[in-house]
């Protein structure tokens, strides 16, 4: 099955730390754009940022920018989301994705979603 599959999450204090991984299943990481994206209830599916597949370009939702890095590994087949200064806003279901050539803030064009991984920021 041609799958992403996310781990990492979990509860964190505001302040906060997690490292997301997406590892390919099924398919060769290294080929592809990948996006992380997120979905709290009751709000849209939200593009967090997506690199490319030589990781030389990335892209960050605003709201994100100088908190989240992103990063891949293609030998290790996997993309990593480095979450620092985590607030409750952050608080949402997150999911990676594969594209050749979507749009990160959409997610329109990615395909292979994974089951996500939950992220809670609380105290």
């Known amino acids: 099955q041609v799958q992403p599959v996310e781990s990492g999450g979990g509860l964190v204090q505001p302040g906060g730390s997690l490292r997301l991984s997406c590892a390919a299943s099924?398919?060769?990481?290294?080929?592809?754009?990948i996006g992380w994206f997120r979905q709290a209830p009751g709000k849209q599916r939200e593009g967090v940022s997506c690199?490319?597949?030589?990781?030389?370009?990335?892209y960050y939702v605003d709201s994100v920018k100088g908190r989240f890095t992103i990063s891949r590994d293609n030998v290790q087949n996997t993309v990593y989301l480095q979450m620092n200064s985590l607030k409750p806003d952050d608080t949402a279901t997150y999911y990676c994705?594969?594209?050749?050539?979507?749009?990160?803030?959409?997610?329109?064009?990615?395909?292979?979603w994974g089951q996500g991984t939950q992220v809670t920021v609380s105290s």
């Open positions: 994705a594969r594209s050749t050539g979507g749009n990160c803030g959409t997610g329109v064009g990615f395909d292979s």
């Open positions: 099924g398919f060769t990481l290294r080929y592809y754009t």
């Open positions: 690199i490319t597949s030589n990781g030389r370009s990335s």
